[in-house]
Structure formats: C-alpha cells, structure tokens
RNA sequence: UGGGGCGUGGCCAAGUGGUUAAGGCACCGGGUUUUGAUCCCGGCAUCGGAGGUUCGAAUCCUCCCGCCCCAGCCA
C-alpha cells in the first residue's frame, strides 16, 4: 500500500483554518444544479469536490436545485440529476433541497432591502437598463428610479408580484454603485417580472428572483459553510457578499471558485448537450456517445472510474482542459480489474477443425478474470466447428511471427483457452470471398505448452459455431474530431464526428452472455470492454472502450 | 484602455526562499504473459519573458507577454 499523500488543495487549507480558528464547527456544502439539462462529467467533478469536501471533514452537503427560472427547467431535468448523483454513489443531507421553497423567504428580504432603500423597482426596459450599465471601460449611469420613495417601490414590488405589470417593464435592483468598476455590481436586477407557472410553486408567483439574489441566500438558510462553485462566478463574489452583509442572514456562508474539467474532442455545456439533443445529432441526453452521466452509464463506463478520475483532477484555479486519454486511463483501470472475461467474435470466420470428431463437444472451464478467484468461472463450449474474427486471419504467408501474430495458412496459432490450431486451407464462395477456413487442432494443447515443432504465433479468441449467441455490437469512436469543439468561429457542430457510431450486427458471442444484465460489464478478450445495453430490446453490447493497443 | 483570475515537460499537476523540480496521463525503450491487454523495469522539464533582492528563487519585488471570466430582466 502506498498512500500517496493527496495534496491538500487551497479550499481544504481555508477550512482547515476556520476548523482551528473555530468559525465553523461544521462543514456545510452544497452541489447547485439548475434543472434545465441533464448533468455531464464537468458536474461530476462538481459533485465529488463538494460531497467529497463534506465527507473528508465529517460534514454534509446539500443536493440543491437552483430553480429560479421556470423559463428553463423541468421536471425530467430534476429526476435525471437525483438519479445520476445516486448513481455516482453520493448522499446528500436529509431532504432534498430547492430554492423555491424560498421563495416567500427571498421576497421579505427584498421587501427588506427595498425599506432601507438599498434596491428599488426600476421601469427602464432591458435595452435601456444596458445603456444605463455602461461598459467594461464607462461608469455606468443611474436610474432615474433609483431614488423613488421605498414606500412606491414596496408597493410596485407587490404589483409585479401579483401580476399586475408587464413583464420586461420593471424590476427591482438592488442599489450599489453605478460606477462600479465590476459590472455585477451596478444595481444588478434581484427579481424579474416572468408570468409563467413554475414546475414547484405553480402560478404562485409571477417575479422570480435572480441567481444573484437568491444564491447566497440560499446557502445562508441551509446552513452552508463553503459554498464552492466554479471560476466564472468569481466576479459575482463581491455581490454574494454585499448580500450577505445586508440581509439579517440566519449564517455567513462564503464563496470559493476553482476551475471547471473541461475535456478535449467533447463539449461540456449543457446548452450544446441540449443542442445536440434537440437537433438530433445524437438519440438523447443518454446516448453513449455523450459525456452526460446517463450517456457514460450506458456506454459501460463505471460510477466509480468516474469518482477516480475526478479525484486525480486538482482544486485549483488553473483553467486547463484535460485529455480524454487521462480518463480513459481511469475507465480501463478499473474496467480491468473489475470486469469478467469473455469472448466475442465481432467480425465471424468459420473454422472447420477436420480432425476434430463431428459431433464431439467439450467444455472447457476457464476463469472468469485472470486474477480475481472471486469472479468464479464460466464454461466455453467447444466443438468441430468455430469462429474466429477475420481480422485474425491473413491470405499473406509472408507476414513474420513476429509482425502478425495470428492464424495464415500453414501456421499455427493458440486458441484462448482451448487448442492450438493450424490453418491448412481457404474455402471461398463464387464472389471469391473467404468463407471459411480448414484446419485442424493439435491434441494434447489444452492448458499445456506447445508440442516439439510446434510454435504458435499468437492467441487468437473464439466461439463454438455451434453454441455461441448471436449479438450487435456498437462500437464508438470520439463525438467530434477535433480537440477543441467549440473553438474557433465555426459552429461546434461542424465537427461532429460522422462515423462516431458503428453498428456490428451478425456477432457471436460466447453462450453464457446471452442473458447478460444490462449495465454488466466484460471485458471481450482482445477487443474491448463492452456492456449489454439498457436500451435496446435483442442482445446488444456497446463497446464503452476498446484495450490499449500498443502495437503498430 | 476597467475589474477579477491564471501562467511548472505534449496534457493534468505537486511545490508557500535551500529537495537530484513529486506524482499521474501520453509517449519511447526493455522484460513477463495462453488477452499484441494487464503487470514489471528504465527513459522523458529548470519552472511564460526580462530585470532585481538574496550566500541561495519555480517560490520575494518590478516591468513586460500570453490565456480565461465579467457589459442576460441566464446560471
């Protein structure tokens, strides 16, 4: 056991000081979603910063969503994100929690922000209040509202609220400065006019408030000690806490940023996963080939290779976008030690083994993992004829052992497993296609070395012809190819990958995995790791990731 | 041209004035192997640039360069 000390990342160092200097007795922390896509690996190292926060010091965190704009959000969002955190394997505190069940509490603070004459009802529309804002380099102006009597204010407030007003005609702000030279802090907007019902709180209300306002709020009442979020939220930190130092808060939660996962050859914004959707590039927010929780689920890949893989990322500042390959390392990682064994012909040849007695059938009992006695063992029939992949076989003699380490005619190769074998000759149908292969099998080589003379090229994977099941294999490559997306100035969806799907139907595969569960996974020697899909109705195995291949 | 943040090998990343500058991924060699997998050995940077402080700097100071975020009644 080497415990590689895990470096303790600038977040941990500021609770490690309000532990000692005992401003918190006990963490708190949060993970925010709003509930208008389906979540992705980018939240997934979201999710395992916080509750792993929480956990490595004996708090909780929260499973909170961040519904203030009905506009974007629904129910199926909800469901989906509760799902995909469960799976991921994390709990979450006590109930789950929602901002709207703040609501009523949000809008007294405002009524309470509005009498101390810290925000006020504006009547500028949206294209005036950005002439007002002013720009990255001008102050912006006030608003000629900005010193209406708090009195007409409360009073609008309660008319928006009801209904009364149109929307995009008024809202409240808060009062800061106009000449702020951070932008979020020239008045922004605390609640906007939406008469639109909201999946929680139904036709309740007709204003809803804004991130900015209900945010810190909302960790204030659940509690939340740290609340950690990503990088381009660090601008919105000063208002956070103008909040917070204006509002009669039953805590004092803090913010903390560090930098989102961005991965290369994938896009991880919930409005392009959306797109995709929506446009049809992909069949859904689960489609294997999206970087979606639900999508790596179903493509094989396991909760906890992405917890892995989430935990070797750094909490730091430093906005880098990782290589696919670094988490692909993860998947296989734990792929290989975890999954069964099993054998797969994706690409079928017939072999006839004409020495082998016609109807004699054998069983051989193989391992289920190479090194896990815990995964028992299975057993692969055997009779006279086989298949093997045609990849596994060449018409060239004059490949080297060494260059190609499979079945040509005249030579031997292992099958895993079982016998080795020697192809002696090619059978083609009138189009002139290879259509089987005759061979025979060299007794006595069943779990023992090769006789005298007798050297087999390589090991080879097989099905008995005769007692195999019939499957589809579908085999992935990258959803984009190119490495950055959403770069240049082009549409990302210029690069979309046409061939990222290919379906093998006609595979066989060995007997014992034709009842496979869903979200099982094996491993098909010399292929890949494939799970039977959760889909789809026949036998249907997607390929989550194929081995390494260090051969050239 | 405003404000905030960041720059350590191809990628991620430790490092908080004195270490031969951790580790992982990728890559390149070699060994083991009934999976061209796994596993095992070995190789692979002087820290964005330039000055300065210091006996000593990736770590401190100055200037410069580059990248990211902020001008939604999105989050």
Redesign the pocket.
Same mark, same amino acid.
């Given at each position: 056991m080497t415990d590689?000390e895990k470096?303790?990342?600038?977040i941990q160092?500021v609770i490690n000081a309000d532990l000692e200097a005992g401003y918190v007795s006990k963490v708190v922390t949060r993970f925010?979603?709003?509930p208008?896509g389906y979540l992705h690996i980018g939240h997934a190292k979201s999710i395992c910063v916080n509750f792993g926060l929480a956990a490595d010091n004996g708090g909780s965190c929260n499973l909170r969503f961040?519904d203030?704009?009905p506009?974007?959000e629904d129910e199926e969002y909800v469901n989906a994100i509760i799902e995909d955190v469960r799976w991921l394997g994390f709990q979450w505190q006590a109930d789950i929690c929602y901002a709207s069940n703040y609501f009523d509490q949000l809008y007294s603070w405002a009524q309470l922000l509005v009498s101390e004459q810290k925000a006020y009802v504006c009547e500028?529309?949206?294209e005036q209040?950005?002439e007002y804002?002013?720009?990255?380099?001008e102050a912006g102006r006030n608003s000629p509202y900005r010193d209406r009597p708090a009195s007409e204010s409360l009073d609008l407030l309660e008319q928006m609220k009801v209904g009364a007003v149109d929307?995009? &005609?008024?809202?409240l702000r808060a009062k800061i400065d106009m000449t702020s030279?951070?932008?979020?802090m020239r008045d922004?907007?605390m609640y906007?006019?939406?008469k639109m019902a909201h999946q929680r709180t139904g036709d309740t209300w007709n204003i809803?408030? &804004?991130?900015?306002f @209900?945010?810190g709020q909302e960790d204030a009442i659940e509690g939340v000690t740290h609340s950690v979020c990503t990088?381009?939220?660090?601008?919105?930190?000063p208002l956070y806490e103008w909040f917070v130092a204006n509002l009669p808060l039953p805590s004092q939660p803090r913010q903390y940023e560090f930098?989102r996962l961005n991965l290369n050859y994938t896009v991880t914004s919930k409005r392009k996963l959306k797109q995709l959707v929506d446009e049809k590039h992909v069949e859904g927010w689960d489609d294997p080939r999206m970087p979606t929780i639900s999508g790596l689920r179903r493509r094989g890949v396991t909760a906890s290779s992405i917890r892995e893989f989430c935990d &070797?990322? @750094?909490? @730091?500042?430093?906005?880098?976008?990782?290589?696919m @390959?670094?988490f692909?390392?993860f998947i296989?990682?734990d792929l290989?030690n975890n999954a069964r064994?099993a054998m797969c012909v994706i690409n079928p040849l017939l072999v006839t083994l004409a020495n082998y007695e016609p109807d004699k059938v054998e069983a051989f009992v193989v391992p289920g993992?190479?090194n896990r006695d815990d995964l028992g063992e299975r057993t692969l029939p055997f009779g006279r004829q086989i298949y093997i992949d045609r990849n596994d076989f060449s018409e060239d003699t004059t490949l080297s052992r060494?260059?190609?380490?499979?079945l040509v005619i005249g030579d031997y190769v292992?099958?895993? &497993?079982?016998y080795i074998i020697r192809a002696d000759e090619v059978i083609r149908d009138a189009a002139g296609e290879i259509v089987e292969i005759v061979g025979a099998i060299v007794p006595d080589?069943?779990?023992?070395?090769a006789p005298e003379g007798v050297k087999a090229r390589?090991?080879?994977?097989w099905v008995s012809a005769a007692d195999s099941a019939d499957c589809t294999v579908n085999l992935y490559d990258r959803l984009f190819n190119k490495a950055a997306p959403d770069a240049g100035e082009e549409s990302f969806l210029e690069h979309i990958n046409p061939q990222s799907l290919s379906i093998i139907s006609g595979c066989k595969v060995e007997a014992g995995l034709a009842h496979a569960a869903a979200e099982d996974h094996y491993?098909f020697?010399?292929e890949g790791y494939f799970t039977r899909d959760s889909k789809s109705k026949g036998l249907v195995f997607n390929c989550t990731i194929g081995?390494?291949?260090?051969?050239?």
């Amino acid at each position: 056991m080497t415990d590689t000390e895990k470096p303790i990342n600038f977040i941990q160092q500021v609770i490690n000081a309000d532990l000692e200097a005992g401003y918190v007795s006990k963490v708190v922390t949060r993970f925010p979603p709003e509930p208008n896509g389906y979540l992705h690996i980018g939240h997934a190292k979201s999710i395992c910063v916080n509750f792993g926060l929480a956990a490595d010091n004996g708090g909780s965190c929260n499973l909170r969503f961040d519904d203030t704009n009905p506009e974007k959000e629904d129910e199926e969002y909800v469901n989906a994100i509760i799902e995909d955190v469960r799976w991921l394997g994390f709990q979450w505190q006590a109930d789950i929690c929602y901002a709207s069940n703040y609501f009523d509490q949000l809008y007294s603070w405002a009524q309470l922000l509005v009498s101390e004459q810290k925000a006020y009802v504006c009547e500028l529309n949206a294209e005036q209040m950005r002439e007002y804002r002013g720009t990255l380099i001008e102050a912006g102006r006030n608003s000629p509202y900005r010193d209406r009597p708090a009195s007409e204010s409360l009073d609008l407030l309660e008319q928006m609220k009801v209904g009364a007003v149109d929307e995009g &005609s008024m809202t409240l702000r808060a009062k800061i400065d106009m000449t702020s030279p951070n932008i979020n802090m020239r008045d922004p907007v605390m609640y906007r006019i939406k008469k639109m019902a909201h999946q929680r709180t139904g036709d309740t209300w007709n204003i809803y408030p &804004s991130y900015d306002f @209900a945010h810190g709020q909302e960790d204030a009442i659940e509690g939340v000690t740290h609340s950690v979020c990503t990088l381009e939220f660090a601008a919105n930190r000063p208002l956070y806490e103008w909040f917070v130092a204006n509002l009669p808060l039953p805590s004092q939660p803090r913010q903390y940023e560090f930098g989102r996962l961005n991965l290369n050859y994938t896009v991880t914004s919930k409005r392009k996963l959306k797109q995709l959707v929506d446009e049809k590039h992909v069949e859904g927010w689960d489609d294997p080939r999206m970087p979606t929780i639900s999508g790596l689920r179903r493509r094989g890949v396991t909760a906890s290779s992405i917890r892995e893989f989430c935990d &070797s990322l @750094a909490v @730091a500042k430093t906005d880098g976008v990782v290589d696919m @390959a670094q988490f692909e390392h993860f998947i296989r990682n734990d792929l290989n030690n975890n999954a069964r064994r099993a054998m797969c012909v994706i690409n079928p040849l017939l072999v006839t083994l004409a020495n082998y007695e016609p109807d004699k059938v054998e069983a051989f009992v193989v391992p289920g993992h190479p090194n896990r006695d815990d995964l028992g063992e299975r057993t692969l029939p055997f009779g006279r004829q086989i298949y093997i992949d045609r990849n596994d076989f060449s018409e060239d003699t004059t490949l080297s052992r060494k260059k190609f380490k499979r079945l040509v005619i005249g030579d031997y190769v292992r099958l895993r &497993s079982a016998y080795i074998i020697r192809a002696d000759e090619v059978i083609r149908d009138a189009a002139g296609e290879i259509v089987e292969i005759v061979g025979a099998i060299v007794p006595d080589t069943v779990g023992q070395d090769a006789p005298e003379g007798v050297k087999a090229r390589g090991v080879v994977h097989w099905v008995s012809a005769a007692d195999s099941a019939d499957c589809t294999v579908n085999l992935y490559d990258r959803l984009f190819n190119k490495a950055a997306p959403d770069a240049g100035e082009e549409s990302f969806l210029e690069h979309i990958n046409p061939q990222s799907l290919s379906i093998i139907s006609g595979c066989k595969v060995e007997a014992g995995l034709a009842h496979a569960a869903a979200e099982d996974h094996y491993q098909f020697e010399r292929e890949g790791y494939f799970t039977r899909d959760s889909k789809s109705k026949g036998l249907v195995f997607n390929c989550t990731i194929g081995l390494r291949d260090n051969w050239k």
